[in-house]
């Protein structure tokens, strides 16, 4: 670990903290992150458990941010609670972070689920997004990530499971943060007993057309095919109207079956067919004439 609390003071969002954490570092990382031994060489003085239904993870510090101890959900798995204890070291080291009754923060289950927010929103949100986002680059810092992503060149869906087990994350965070990072247009949905629960895309994956709590396509390989936990299914083509919004091209999906009736599918988008038909048809229009007056 090549960087102190000093190193970030002036740092003010997570983008900016994790972009010095980086330049420290020289792009050198250990796989996985040991985010316990970080946290405490950053005065984080105690890490406990607690047995709570209320929150997911807590914070307390001294005024003066001195140091600070965590607080993560006993119930909850490993790799939950190494990005729980990863989001609450965000609001510690984030210097505008100040917990709502200005004692503690607590964070809940949809606490941890927000990454974005509308300018000029709650603040208190927005410390939440923030520190989701300074949690998922400091397990998954982006410039081993991505290697990782292009030395798999054929992205599939195993990859995630891959890359989760390698950075010891849970494989729906491996996935948002894939869906980040990749350099093509992906996306990876979430869907349990065929009904769409949320989604992860790319900046340049099309907007999709399948709202939360609706049925799946009911052409896509995620909705028809029969899978045992753990089992990848094939790709499968199809349409990009079956799943987006005014997107016209190919969708290949892949699935991977999971425990509980819970499906993660990877799609990639090409739109390039749909260009070249495009130009194929301008090309073969008649040609138009302006009337006379």
């Known amino acids: 670990m090549n960087f102190s609390r000093m190193d970030l003071a002036d740092c003010a969002t997570p983008e900016a903290m994790l972009a010095e954490i980086e330049k420290l570092q020289a792009g050198a990382f250990p796989i996985a992150v040991p985010i316990e031994d970080w946290a405490a060489a950053l005065d984080i003085a105690a890490i406990e458990?607690?047995?709570?239904?209320?929150?997911?993870g807590g914070l307390m510090m001294f005024a003066d941010r001195s140091s600070g101890t965590i607080l993560v959900n006993k119930a909850a798995g490993w790799r939950r609670r190494r990005f729980t204890i990863a989001h609450e070291l965000g609001h510690f080291l984030l210097p505008w972070h100040t917990p709502r009754n200005g004692e503690a923060f607590r964070c809940s289950k949809k606490d941890m689920a927000v990454f974005r927010t509308q300018p000029g929103g709650d603040r208190y949100v927005e410390m939440e997004a923030q520190a989701n986002r300074f949690a998922a680059g400091v397990l998954m810092p982006s410039a081993p990530f991505r290697a990782d992503l292009r030395a798999r060149r054929h992205f599939e869906v195993s990859h995630i499971v891959e890359l989760a087990d390698r950075y010891d994350v849970s494989k729906e965070?491996?996935?948002r943060r894939c869906a980040d990072l990749h350099d093509d247009a992906i996306a990876v949905v979430?869907?349990?007993d065929g009904i769409f629960q949320r989604a992860y895309?790319?900046?340049?994956?099309?907007?999709f057309s399948v709202a939360a709590g609706h049925p799946l396509p009911p052409a896509s390989v995620a909705s028809r095919a029969t899978l045992a936990a753990e089992q990848v299914s094939a790709w499968h083509e199809l349409a990009a109207d079956h799943w987006l919004e005014r997107a016209r091209g190919t969708l290949c999906e892949q699935t991977l079956g999971q425990q509980g009736g819970f499906r993660l599918t990877l799609l990639t988008f090409d739109e390039g067919e749909a260009e070249e038909e495009e130009e194929v048809e301008r090309a073969w229009a008649?040609?138009?004439?302006?009337?006379?007056p």
Do not use: I
Not at 201 to 207: A, E, I, K, N, V
Not at 286 to 292: A, I, V
């Open 49 to 56: 458990t607690l047995e709570t239904e209320g929150f997911e």
């Open 201 to 207: 895309r790319g900046s340049d994956f099309p907007r």
């Open 190 to 192: 979430v869907s349990r």
């Open 286 to 292: 008649p040609p138009s004439f302006r009337k006379r």
């Open 173 to 175: 965070a491996c996935a």
